[in-house]
C-alpha cells in the first residue's frame, strides 16, 4: 500500500524519475491496444498494488489492461510505470492524486483499484463509484462509520459495485471449514472462540509503518482484525449485531525498549544509534523491493518506513479483546495480540451436534517485497461429536501467498472462476458489516460502552450468502452415557 495524502506531481518529474520507461512515455507511446481486454487504473502503487499490478501484467495479460497508475509520490509512481511497462503487457498514464478525476477522464478505465492508506479508500472509491467505474478495493473497505456511510449512499446513488478482497475466505482450508459449518456437521452454531496471534516480525511491522497512527488504518481492529471478522461473518452467514471490547497497548512502548536495555526510542531503525542492540532492528535497504518503493523514496514525501517500534506517539492497541452477538444469536470471543511466540490462530465453533476445531500456524514475517507472507506451516481441522469420538479432517491446501488464496480469488477478479456454492466474493455491503464490527469496537475503547452495529450506519442490508443449517430444525439427541 501507499501512503496517500493529496499532493501535486509534476509530470515531467515522474517521467524523468521513470527511467526508460520514462522516456517512451515521453516520446507519446501512450497508444491503446485494440484487444477486447478490460481496463484497469490503480490508486496508490505502495506494497499492496502489486498483487494485482503483476497478475494483470502476467497471467491476465490478455483479458486486463493496467491504463493508469496514481499516487502521492512522484518516485514510487514512476517505478510503478516502468515495472509494468517493462513487461510489455501495458503502458500506464501516470498522474498525480491531485489529478485522479482528469486520469479518469483521460483513460477510461473500467474499473478502479484502490490500494491506497486504509483512511483514504473512501475518497477514491466514492468519486470513481461516480465517475462511473466498479471498483476493486483492499480491505478494510474503510475506517469509520461515516465513511462507510459515504460508500454506502455513493453505491446507491452510481448503481456501480465494489468489490472487497478478502482473500482469506478463498484460501482452501477455509473454505473447507465454511463447507463443514454448511453441512451442518456440528448443527447450529451456538458461540464461537477465536484468537490470532501475531508474532513479533509480523506483528511488530504494523507499529513501524503508517499503520500505527490510526487515523490512517484505524487500528489493527480495522485494519486487520477486518478480516478476521468477515470470516466469521461469512462462515457463521450471518449480520453482528452488538459488540463490547477492551484495547490497550502494552508491549509496544518506551517503557518495554528500556526494560529491555535500550536507552529508549528512537526516529528510525536506518539512524539509529541502538540498532545493535535493537533485536527488532528492520534492515529496510536489505530487502530489493521495499528499498525500491520506499527508501528510495523517501525524499518526495518524507515517509519513513522503518519507523522505531518503541515510538511514544504510536496510538493503536497491540492487545485487544471483543465480544460480539450476532442476529442469530451467536456469541464470538474474540482476540488479537501482536508480540506472540508464534504466528497464526485457532478457532472453535460450539453446536448443537458438535464442535469444530481449526487451527493455523503461519510462518509471517514482515510485509516484504521479496518473502511471501503467511506461508502455512501447520493446519488442523477436527471434528468433536457431542458424547462422541473426535475425529481429525485432512484438510485441503493451496501455494501461494495467504493460504493458496490470492491466486484463487485472482482468477476470479480477471480470469473465468467457476461457480461458486460458498459465494466467496464480497462486495460493499460485507466490507461494511466486517468493518464496522472493528469500529465498534474502537468505539467500546474510547467509551467503555457496548455498541450496536446496526446503528452506525443506515441502509446497509445483508451480503448475499450461501445457505445454512435451518436454525429451526429438529435436533438429534446425542448418544446415551452413563451419568454419573
Known amino acids: 500500500m501507499s501512503d496517500t495524502n493529496s499532493g501535486g506531481i509534476d509530470r515531467r518529474t515522474v517521467l524523468k524519475t521513470a527511467g526508460a520507461a520514462g522516456l517512451m512515455l515521453a516520446a507519446g507511446g501512450y497508444a491503446y491496444a485494440s484487444t477486447p481486454r478490460k481496463r484497469y487504473a490503480v490508486v496508490g502503487v505502495g506494497s499492496r498494488s502489486r498483487m494485482f499490478t503483476n497478475a494483470m501484467t502476467s497471467k491476465f495479460r490478455d483479458t486486463s489492461e493496467v491504463v493508469a497508475v496514481c499516487d502521492r509520490n512522484a518516485g514510487r509512481l514512476a517505478h510503478a510505470v516502468k515495472t509494468i511497462t517493462a513487461t510489455g503487457a501495458s503502458q500506464p498514464r501516470p498522474y498525480a492524486m491531485l489529478d485522479f478525476d482528469r486520469m479518469i477522464r483521460e483513460t477510461k478505465p473500467e474499473f478502479v483499484i484502490v490500494t491506497t492508506t486504509d483512511a483514504s479508500h473512501d475518497d477514491y472509491i466514492v468519486r470513481a463509484l461516480d465517475a462511473g467505474c466498479d471498483v476493486i478495493t483492499e480491505k478494510p473497505m474503510t475506517t469509520t462509520a ?3 456511510q459515504r460508500i454506502l449512499d455513493a453505491v446507491k446513488r452510481s448503481g456501480r459495485h465494489i468489490r472487497v478482497t478478502f482473500n482469506y475466505r478463498y484460501s482452501p482450508p477455509r473454505t473447507q471449514v465454511k463447507d463443514l459449518l454448511m453441512s451442518g456437521e456440528i448443527g447450529d452454531v451456538i458461540s464461537v472462540d477465536f484468537t490470532w496471534l501475531l508474532n513479533t516480525v509480523h506483528g511488530a511491522d504494523y507499529f513501524r509503518r503508517w499503520h500505527s497512527n490510526k487515523a490512517n488504518s484505524g487500528g489493527l481492529m480495522v485494519h486487520k482484525s477486518t478480516h478476521h471478522f468477515d470470516l466469521v461473518n461469512w462462515w457463521l452467514g450471518a449480520e453482528p449485531e452488538t459488540v ?3 484495547g490497550s497497548r502494552q508491549f509496544y512502548t518506551p517503557e518495554t525498549a528500556r526494560r529491555m536495555g535500550l536507552s529508549g526510542p528512537h526516529e528510525r531503525c536506518l539512524t539509529c544509534p541502538e540498532k545493535q542492540k535493537c533485536n527488532f532492528y528492520f534492515d ?12 528510495d523514496n523517501e525524499k518526495f514525501d518524507g515517509y519513513y518506513r522503518d519507523q522505531c517500534v518503541w515510538r511514544p506517539e504510536i496510538n493503536i492497541e497491540d492487545t485487544m479483546n471483543v ?13 488479537l495480540s501482536a508480540y506472540d511466540a508464534w504466528e497464526g490462530y485457532h478457532i472453535a465453533f460450539n453446536g448443537t451436534k458438535g464442535r469444530l476445531e481449526h487451527r493455523i500456524v503461519e510462518s ?8 511471501v507472507q503467511s506461508g502455512s506451516e501447520n493446519v488442523s481441522i477436527r471434528v468433536i461429536p457431542m458424547r462422541g469420538q473426535a475425529r481429525d ?5 493451496g501455494k501461494g501467498s495467504h493460504g493458496g488464496g490470492d491466486d484463487v480469488m485472482l482468477t476470479e477478479i480477471f480470469g473465468d472462476g467457476p461457480a461458486d456454492k460458498y459465494m466467496r466474493k464480497s462486495d460493499e455491503r460485507a466490507g461494511a458489516w466486517s468493518a464496522l464490527v472493528g469500529i465498534a469496537a ?17 441502509g446497509l442490508t445483508p451480503p448475499d450468502r450461501p445457505p445454512m443449517p435451518d436454525r429451526r430444525a429438529p435436533v438429534p439427541m446425542p448418544i446415551r452415557i452413563k451419568i454419573p
Do not use: M
Open 146 to 148: 461515516e465513511k462507510a
Open 244 to 246: 463490547h471490547a477492551f
Open 284 to 295: 529496510l535497504a536489505a530487502d530489493p523491493g521495499l528499498k525500491a518503493l520506499y527508501l
Open 323 to 335: 465480544l460480539v452477538r450476532y442476529n442469530n444469536g451467536v456469541h464470538l470471543n474474540y482476540a
Open 364 to 371: 509471517g514475517g514482515a510485509a516484504g517485497a521479496a518473502k
Open 393 to 397: 479432517i485432512e484438510p485441503i491446501t
Open 442 to 458: 474502537n468505539k467500546c475503547f474510547e467509551t467503555g460502552q457496548t455498541v450496536r452495529v446496526p446503528d452506525l450506519v443506515t
